[in-house]
């Protein structure tokens, strides 16, 4: 989150964002992003549902469970550099394989209401993966990620993703991210990237083409993983009249239905008293 300090206005408190390297404007969203093609996702939403912004408006401030998202694939195909250019908007080409896991956290305003997001960026070192599989439970999201560079990434993919949902047996959204994208020609492009097409139709997952290095696409991923994590999330909380984090242990049915019976009580007092 960014860093904030008070400004000298006068009362009320305001708050100035502080210069830093992240555009936080990036975090706040009020119309589902589009996905990079309309043909390769299985996510054919054009707008959040109209369960979700009835909710979202009509309700009190809710909070929704954080998104989980992990993210799987070989050693050395870019997973951190694709986290690091999202969250600190920075690349370094000589990162370190990473130990275990990395975890970042990010906070979004979708629809006005606060929401999270949870990076787990897995090792795809082989002597690591016992501990990197106990962290995939839970997950709301999963992000197969390869190297465009590589083909074979490309392959061990489907391995990837099958190990993650053995440890989730709910429905978790499934993304297909290619890094690297700016190392590739014109040709040898459109040929790994058909090969990504029938992955990802195989595998019944969203596909991205991605560069960390220029950012090119990162920032319209996440936004478009993040929206539709969240809009999910409300759903499933609206069909299983599950308890939201809020003080009195309310669920989003209750909290809809409460605002809505005020409203409805309120206006036949009104009725009521001018009809007296």
């Not at 009362?11 to 996905?35: A, C, F, H, M, W």
């Not at 083409?209 to 991923?221: I, L, M, Q």
């Not at 049915?253 to 809505?260: D, E, H, V």
Request: net charge positive; proline share 4%; with cysteine.
């Amino acid at each position: 989150m960014p860093i904030y300090r008070k400004s000298k206005r006068p009362k009320p408190t305001s708050y100035e964002v502080l210069n830093n390297n992240v555009d936080y404007g990036t975090r706040r969203i009020d119309q589902l992003p589009r996905p990079y093609s309309c043909q390769v996702t299985p996510y054919r939403e054009l707008d959040f549902s109209e369960r979700t912004k009835r909710a979202a408006q009509a309700v009190v401030p809710f909070l929704l469970p954080a998104c989980k998202a992990i993210f799987i694939g070989d050693v050395s195909i870019g997973k951190t550099s694709l986290v690091n250019r999202f969250c600190n908007e920075s690349f370094d080409g000589d990162y370190t394989a990473t130990i275990g896991l990395d975890f970042e956290v990010e906070r979004f305003q979708i629809l006005n209401q606060s929401y999270s997001l949870q990076i787990w960026d897995t090792a795809g070192h082989e002597r690591f993966k016992c501990i990197a599989q106990s962290y995939y439970r839970n997950a709301s999201v999963v992000v197969v990620v390869f190297d465009m560079t590589r083909p074979e990434t490309l392959l061990n993919g489907k391995r990837w993703l099958d190990e993650a949902l053995r440890y989730n047996q709910g429905p978790v959204l499934k993304f297909l991210v290619g890094t690297k994208k700016d190392l590739l020609g014109n040709q040898v492009l459109c040929d790994i990237e058909l090969e990504a097409i029938k992955m990802a139709y195989d595998i019944n997952a969203e596909y991205w083409p991605v560069s960390a290095r220029t950012g090119e696409n990162v920032t319209k991923f996440f936004r478009r993983m993040t929206a539709l994590a969240f809009d999910y999330g409300v759903q499933r909380a609206m069909e299983t009249n599950a308890s939201l984090l809020q003080p009195n242990g309310n669920s989003l049915l209750n909290l809809y239905f409460l605002r809505k019976e005020k409203k409805e009580k309120k206006f036949l007092k009104c009725f009521n008293c001018t009809i007296n």
